[in-house]
């Protein structure tokens, strides 16, 4: 902790001193919540932020410095997270913190620090509906190879496995402990575009124990049709725990759909999930939504249905974040809401449904809450 801090405080000494060449941005976005169920229980007042990821308060400050050149860098984000009502902690934390230098006209570009690449991310919801694609992410050291345009390799080693989008991102390092390579995460990735076209990625991680966590071996792909105006269409695959994958081996497939028409959106987030788990089923996640632009004002509506899923009442999120493959149980979510964009900041009223077990054998249950989400970006 000792080294966290001088680290910190030298970061910000020498931000301090060239912060006119600094480019700044970042957001804070908390929100309110009003819960209630047709369990007999009492309606509760919570604190409600969706990027705040349902803990109450978020504050994210992302910096950013390059030489005249382009070919160095220092990338760094600072984020400040409320305290979770269930689980009790609160926390200050450095999700990325790195350096990067260029050579041979782009060719490689080294990077060290708490690195946080998303050069192989496709951008899909398996970034929202998993624990996200982690492969270009962790404190140790990432070596990009771009030996042609639109051809990206990348092979990174990693001491501990945090995530740069806040989902785990608390620096936990034993520093005091011996570090065993067979901890180290290790990362293979391939990504290529062509322009106009697609964007195809493919990345490998290994088993490891980065930081004393733990993370399985996993391959995660995603397929990006950029050949379509107004169109969003991607398709991700992952297979999980390839280090024991008879006994809990995951194959999980997720479509992202939207297009664009003037005011109007509309689309289709799919996924569906195959477990090697003992006692464990397949089941399908489906979210059609609608929205239209009234100017800064849109109302939008999406559903959410899970087969082979229960969902999780601790969570509260937008998404249905349940337990998969359990064909015995399954959730219907209903999600009417209007947005409000006023420059920098929106305001977000909805109300979310969620019906527990209504076409599947089971003690049936609904969930109601009622929310205000604020989000101030800068």
Same mark, same amino acid.
């Given at each position: 902790?000792?080294?966290?801090?001088?680290?910190?405080?030298?970061?910000?000494?020498?931000?301090?001193?060239?912060?006119?060449?600094?480019?700044?941005?970042?957001?804070?976005?908390?929100?309110?919540?009003?819960?209630?169920?047709?369990?007999?229980?009492?309606? =509760?007042?919570?604190?409600?932020?969706?990027?705040?990821?349902?803990?109450? #308060? &978020?504050?994210?400050?992302?910096?950013?410095?390059?030489?005249?050149?382009?070919?160095?860098?220092?990338?760094?984000?600072?984020?400040?997270?409320?305290?979770?009502?269930?689980?009790?902690?609160?926390?200050?934390?450095?999700?990325?913190?790195?350096?990067?230098?260029?050579?041979?006209?782009?060719?490689?570009?080294?990077?060290?620090?708490?690195?946080?690449?998303?050069?192989?991310?496709?951008?899909?919801?398996?970034?929202?509906?998993?624990?996200?694609?982690?492969?270009?992410?962790?404190?140790?050291?990432?070596?990009?190879?771009?030996?042609?345009?639109?051809? @990206?390799?990348?092979?990174?080693?990693?001491?501990?496995?945090?995530?740069?989008?806040?989902? /785990? /991102?608390?620096?936990?390092?034993?520093?005091?402990?011996?570090?065993?390579?067979?901890?180290?995460?290790?990362?293979?990735?391939?990504?290529?575009? #062509?322009?106009?076209?697609? &964007?195809?990625?493919?990345?490998? &991680?290994?088993?490891?124990?980065?930081?004393?966590?733990?993370?399985?071996? &996993?391959?995660?792909?995603? #397929?990006?049709?950029?050949?379509?105006? /107004?169109?969003?269409?991607?398709?991700?695959?992952?297979?999980?725990?390839?280090? +024991?994958?008879?006994?809990?081996? #995951?194959?999980?497939? =997720?479509?992202?759909?939207?297009?664009?028409?003037?005011?109007?959106?509309?689309?289709?987030?799919?996924?569906?999930?195959?477990?090697?788990?003992?006692?464990? @089923?397949?089941?399908?996640?489906?979210?059609?939504?609608?929205?239209?632009?009234?100017?800064?004002?849109?109302?939008?509506?999406?559903?959410?249905?899970?087969?082979?899923?229960?969902? /999780?009442? +601790?969570?509260?999120?937008?998404?249905? =974040?349940?337990?998969?493959?359990?064909?015995?149980? +399954?959730?219907?979510?209903?999600?009417?809401?209007?947005?409000?964009?006023?420059?920098?900041?929106?305001?977000?009223?909805?109300?979310?449904?969620?019906?527990?077990?209504?076409?599947? @054998?089971?003690?049936?249950?609904? =969930?109601?809450?009622?929310?205000?989400?604020?989000?101030?970006?800068?």
């Amino acid at each position: 902790m000792k080294r966290i801090l001088t680290f910190l405080l030298v970061l910000t000494a020498g931000t301090a001193l060239s912060a006119q060449e600094f480019k700044w941005s970042g957001y804070f976005n908390s929100g309110l919540g009003i819960v209630a169920s047709d369990t007999g229980g009492t309606p =509760y007042l919570r604190a409600y932020g969706l990027d705040a990821g349902q803990n109450g #308060l &978020r504050l994210r400050l992302n910096g950013e410095w390059a030489n005249a050149g382009g070919d160095a860098g220092f990338k760094v984000r600072l984020q400040a997270q409320a305290v979770h009502p269930n689980n009790g902690y609160g926390y200050f934390s450095l999700p990325y913190a790195y350096g990067w230098v260029k050579a041979l006209n782009g060719i490689f570009t080294f990077s060290g620090g708490i690195v946080d690449d998303a050069t192989w991310d496709t951008g899909g919801i398996v970034l929202t509906w998993t624990t996200g694609a982690d492969q270009g992410e962790g404190l140790g050291a990432l070596v990009k190879i771009s030996p042609l345009a639109g051809l @990206d390799i990348g092979f990174g080693a990693y001491a501990n496995s945090i995530q740069g989008g806040g989902a /785990n /991102n608390v620096l936990a390092l034993p520093f005091n402990t011996p570090l065993d390579l067979d901890d180290v995460k290790y990362t293979f990735n391939l990504g290529f575009t #062509l322009p106009e076209v697609l &964007r195809l990625n493919a990345t490998f &991680r290994t088993a490891n124990a980065a930081g004393g966590t733990g993370t399985s071996s &996993r391959v995660l792909t995603g #397929l990006k049709v950029l050949a379509v105006p /107004n169109l969003t269409a991607i398709l991700e695959a992952e297979i999980n725990n390839l280090d +024991d994958f008879g006994n809990a081996g #995951l194959i999980g497939i =997720y479509e992202t759909l939207g297009y664009k028409t003037g005011s109007l959106n509309f689309g289709l987030n799919a996924a569906e999930y195959i477990s090697q788990a003992a006692g464990a @089923d397949f089941s399908v996640e489906l979210d059609p939504w609608v929205s239209y632009a009234f100017g800064g004002i849109v109302p939008q509506v999406d559903i959410v249905y899970f087969f082979g899923g229960a969902w /999780n009442p +601790d969570a509260y999120g937008r998404y249905i =974040y349940a337990n998969r493959n359990d064909a015995a149980q +399954d959730v219907l979510s209903i999600r009417p809401s209007v947005k409000f964009n006023i420059g920098s900041v929106f305001v977000e009223l909805g109300d979310v449904l969620y019906f527990n077990n209504i076409f599947t @054998d089971g003690a049936d249950t609904l =969930y109601n809450v009622f929310y205000v989400d604020f989000k101030w970006s800068f």
